[in-house]
């Protein structure tokens, strides 16, 4: 069955970075389109970045353009996210999951990230 497991996140200062990771489990990975998503205190759960397939195109949001990369290892079934120049704005709870996921699909404990002074 579709599994996730998120690593990654902590307690950053505004400015710094972290790499997030991800773990998939339980479907033919290389098949799908991935993203990473977060979730915020009080407010719904929204698209982060996404990559296709085989990695060659990526898109994300406009808050995550420029400070944000995602990526993915199709042999260890593993996607990344790279945050750098984080801002108390990007503190929340972020998942992976496949592209398009919707709230009645699995979803994984996601990993926390708290940006903050």
């Known amino acids: 069955q579709v599994h996730f497991v998120e690593s990654g996140g902590g307690l950053v200062q505004p400015g710094g970075s972290l790499r997030l990771s991800c773990a998939a489990s339980g479907f033919m990975f290389e098949n799908y389109a991935m993203a990473w998503y977060r979730k915020a205190p009080g407010k719904e759960r929204e698209l982060v970045a996404a990559i296709t397939t085989l990695g060659f195109y990526t898109n994300y949001a406009d808050f995550a353009k420029a400070r944000f990369t995602i990526s993915r290892d199709n042999a260890e079934n593993t996607v990344d996210l790279q945050m750098n120049s984080l801002e108390p704005e990007d503190t929340a709870v972020y998942y992976c999951?496949?592209?398009?996921?919707?709230?009645?699909?699995?979803w994984g404990q996601g990993t926390q990230v708290t940006v903050s002074s």
């Open positions: 999951n496949k592209q398009r996921a919707s709230e009645d699909a699995y």
